[in-house]
């Protein structure tokens, strides 16, 4: 079993910055991708940015630029670096964790950005 804990979300005024953090524990894979999604009031889930065990990211056009993605496998703990942040980027920011085709999630952060 996996279990998957974030943190970091909170209120934030439009142009500022957060960070989130989430760090696994149990029965993790030595390779696997840790990502984040987000999902706000009445759309679907979308992918934000994700990172392989190797470094390689990828990330939503609408925060290229502005988010970071980063992971530090000693700790099994993913980041999110949030800058210049828009009213859009208001959501439930979710961590995924990918693993021989498992996929595990968190409860869930809120992320409010106020205009």
């Known amino acids: 079993q996996v279990q998957l804990v974030e943190s970091g979300g909170g209120l934030v005024q439009a142009g500022g910055s957060l960070r989130l953090s989430c760090a696994a524990s149990g029965s993790i894979f030595r390779f696997n991708t840790m990502a984040w999604y987000r999902q706000a009031p009445g759309k679907e889930r979308e992918l934000v940015a994700s990172?392989?065990?190797?470094?390689?990211?990828n990330y939503a056009d609408s925060v290229k630029g502005r988010f970071t993605i980063s992971r530090d496998n000693a700790k099994i703990t993913v980041y999110l670096q949030m800058n210049s942040l828009k009213p859009e980027d208001t959501a439930v920011y979710y961590c995924?964790?990918?693993?021989?085709?498992?996929?595990?999630w968190g409860q869930g952060t809120q992320v409010t950005v106020s205009s």
């Open positions: 990172i392989s065990t190797g470094g390689r990211t």
């Open positions: 995924n964790l990918l693993q021989s085709a498992n996929q595990y």
